[in-house]
């Protein structure tokens, strides 16, 4: 069984267009967040609840909404797709504050 | 911003220990060292975590300066299959949230 799961693994869609990711974990953990990796490769935190709780929101856009409808899913919704949204975004969770996180194999986000 | 700083790129022949140094000066009594690795375009993987005294586990062993300000990680037998960028993370206990830098690139060579 996959411990982190997300769909679509591909997502090609128009500018303007709305859209949703979602994640799903089956390890029993408390956390989860939301990473983009861009182009360059840089892996950047977005979100993070903590037991359906936003902890952790780092200054993206109000375009993107996370929503937990409960602690073991964390979905990704964008509105008004931009081309500077394209990227692979990465689901992941971990039982305590210094437990290891683990990683969804990511969804490949891809605005034209 | 990350407050780690590792090589760009290394090479390792298949077989032999990878050595991957990581340079943490700022480091506080509280944070703890992790590491993590990216194979090709897949989601990082966790590989080890210590505080202060060095650790070992199935994976690879990490070694920590007396004074905290270094690591290494040591992947004892490389293999081909450990090609993929490596992440050292310096991370509060206090937080919830990894700050990935741009980590080393690892090449193992046949």
């Known amino acids: 069984d996959t411990a982190v799961s997300q769909t679509p693994k591909y997502l090609v869609t128009q500018m303007g267009n709305d859209k949703s990711i979602k994640c799903e974990q089956n390890?029993?953990?408390?956390?989860m967040y939301w990473y983009k990796q861009d182009s360059k490769k840089f892996l950047k935190i977005m979100f993070s609840?903590?037991?359906?709780?936003?902890?952790i929101n780092e200054t993206v856009p109000n375009r993107f909404s996370p929503k937990s409808p409960d602690k073991a899913h964390l979905n990704l919704h964008i509105n008004s797709l931009e081309l500077g949204d394209s990227a692979v975004y990465f689901c992941?969770?971990?039982?305590?504050?210094?437990?290891?996180?683990?990683f969804g194999q990511g969804t490949r986000l891809t605005v034209v | 911003d990350a407050k780690t700083t590792q090589p760009t790129s290394m090479d390792c022949a298949e077989g032999r220990a990878a050595n991957l140094p990581c340079n943490h000066s700022t480091i506080s009594g509280n944070e703890y060292v992790y590491w993590y690795r990216q194979i090709h375009s897949q989601g990082p993987q966790y590989i080890i975590h210590?505080?202060?005294n060095n650790e070992t586990n199935e994976m690879a062993s990490l070694i920590i300066t007396e004074d905290r300000k270094s690591s290494t990680l040591i992947l004892p037998h490389a293999t081909l299959r450990d090609t993929a960028v490596y992440y050292c993370i310096v991370r509060d206990t206090g937080t919830y949230k990894y700050i990935f830098g741009t980590g080393t690139r690892l090449k193992v060579l046949a």
């Open positions: 992941a969770s971990s039982q305590e504050v210094i437990g290891d996180a683990f």
């Open positions: 390890l029993g953990h408390d956390t």
């Open positions: 210590g505080l202060k």
């Open positions: 609840y903590n037991n359906k709780e936003l902890i």
